[in-house]
């Protein structure tokens, strides 16, 4: 007995050092997210407008994923569905309204698997973050320039430009973290957001250039659903000064004025995203010189996608692929091969359970989204999704997007208009720029049919009950989930 008892610290002190080296293996998370970047604004993903050669870094140094789709393309919705794995009707956040920050979030389960947590910059959930030991963040949008933030507490204000701000905080967190800790730091940037307010160092880069159009800039919508025609974020129509940093030259009209806004659009909105590339490449140098690198798993995203003059559009909102479709770089020296791609659709509930399963954590069951460790590995499961469902709720709202839900599968999408009860089908094999709506072509019956019990089928799944069909949570109090309605 008295043998066992001197035994006893022994045998404590080799878990603790069991434990404390695999806490050791633990990569680290460096998860930055811009604001409304679009993956065609990206030279790794061929972009024609633009190079980023601090985010093509992270593509050759790690696998780039080609089919990473937003659930729900809005702002906060988005953050909702990231920190949550849950869609926006189960983590209540359909719309603009307040995050219950009581509910289990990723940064909740790392943090009490020993990871120290943090976020700065934009938040945009309503509710302050729980889940983090630290965090600083923008209230609502936030400015440019010389940003307020709130703290802990209170609010403090800083000097200088939005992008440099978040960066430089994410790098005194990593400075000054614990040393025997693993970190999950989520590093939110404002930028590339409306209405695009770049620094004078990355204006005058271009300033001076002449921005290829994109091909479907005059879209007509002709065959479409009404959507198209009566929303409001038209770059010829619903550009304002604000947008254009002033009035258009005198006596400029029609396609004209559609040339010189555009421009103008593009030229601020590529300028804030080259502001954002070179921080990205300040955090990736502090991650190489600190020895942080080799056991530190990077993704750069967006909170969605991002129409840059695609339809005639800017903004997102839409279901159609500029809009949806999110950036995805991500590197993880040891797992992710350097330089590849995976084209196995993705979506941004699965970002949370990535997270959990690259800190060696089990995925709740109550997580609607899927890995993509396998992903980045360069496998495929076997049965991994061929389909996923979107919903957007927004109606009437911003932009008078009108509220629609549908499915997209590796070859064909459906959308329904449901307030306007108007569809739209598209083959995005034959037509990847959607301008063909197939819906009343009699020969697409049977794929119309498999389509819609396809949609169904997704809806009854994931417990989409039409819960904010017609009524949102309040903004000013907290939303909780509401209970799902038992499928009739």
């Known amino acids: 007995m008295k043998s066992m008892l001197l035994a006893l610290p022994v045998l404590l002190l080799m878990q603790c050092a069991v434990l404390h080296a695999a806490d050791s293996k633990r990569p680290n998370i460096l998860y930055i997210m811009s604001d409304d970047h679009a993956a065609h604004a990206i030279s790794a993903y061929g972009s024609r407008i633009n190079q980023t050669p601090n985010l093509d870094r992270l593509a050759k140094d790690g696998v780039r994923l080609d089919r990473v789709f937003a659930v729900n393309s809005i702002c906060t919705p988005s953050r909702a569905c990231i920190l949550t794995g849950k869609y926006s009707h189960i983590n209540g956040v359909p719309v603009f309204n307040r995050f219950d920050g009581s509910q289990p979030t990723v940064a909740k389960y790392l943090q009490a698997a020993g990871y120290h947590t943090g976020i700065f910059g934009k938040w945009h959930l309503g509710s302050e973050p729980t889940g983090f030991d630290r965090w600083m963040i923008l209230p609502g949008q936030g400015n440019y320039f010389n940003p307020r ?6 609010t403090t204000n800083v000097t200088g430009y939005v992008t440099d701000i978040i960066t430089d905080l994410s790098l005194d967190f990593l400075k000054n973290r614990p040393q025997d800790k693993p970190f999950f730091l989520m590093c939110h940037h404002k930028a590339p957001h409306r209405n695009w307010q770049p620094d004078e160092k990355h204006k005058a880069l271009f300033a001076d250039k002449v921005i290829p159009e994109p ?38 009209a029609g396609d004209a004025l559609l040339k010189w806004k555009y421009q103008r659009y593009m030229q601020d909105y590529l300028a804030c995203v080259q502001s954002v590339d070179d921080n990205v490449g300040r955090l990736l140098d502090y991650l190489d010189r600190s020895g942080l690198a080799g056991n530190t798993l990077v993704i750069y995203t967006s909170d969605q996608g991002f129409f840059l003059g695609d339809h005639g559009l800017y903004d997102k909102r839409f279901m159609y692929e500029e809009s949806i479709r999110m950036p995805f ?7 992710a091969k350097p330089g590849s791609t995976q084209s196995a659709m993705a979506i941004n509930v699965d970002f949370a359970p990535t997270f959990l399963e690259a800190a060696g954590l089990p995925i709740p069951a109550d997580m609607q989204g899927r890995s993509l460790v396998p992903l980045l590995k360069g496998e495929r499961p076997a049965d991994w999704r061929t389909s996923w469902y979107y919903r957007y709720y927004h109606d009437p709202g911003d932009h008078n997007t009108r509220a629609h839900y549908g499915v997209r599968t590796e070859t064909h ?10 569809w739209e089908l598209y083959d995005l094999v034959k037509d990847p720029e959607e301008l063909h709506n197939l819906y009343a072509d009699p020969a697409q019956a049977d794929t119309v049919a498999r389509l819609k019990t396809e949609l169904y089928r997704l809806k009854k799944e994931l417990k989409d009950d039409d819960q904010f069909a017609n009524k949102h949570p309040s903004s000013q109090k907290t939303a909780t989930a509401p209970k799902p309605k038992k499928p009739k």
């Open 149 to 154: 933030l709130l703290v802990p507490g209170g």
């Open 215 to 252: 091909a479907t800039l005059r879209d007509d919508y002709a065959g479409r659903a009404d959507a198209l025609r009566e929303c409001t974020q038209k770059v010829l129509e619903n550009l304002n000064t604000s947008d254009t940093k002033g009035p258009p030259p005198t006596g400029l």
């Open 329 to 335: 770089l991500a590197r993880w020296p040891g797992m």
């Open 413 to 422: 999408k459906l959308i329904y208009f449901w307030k306007k009860d108007q």
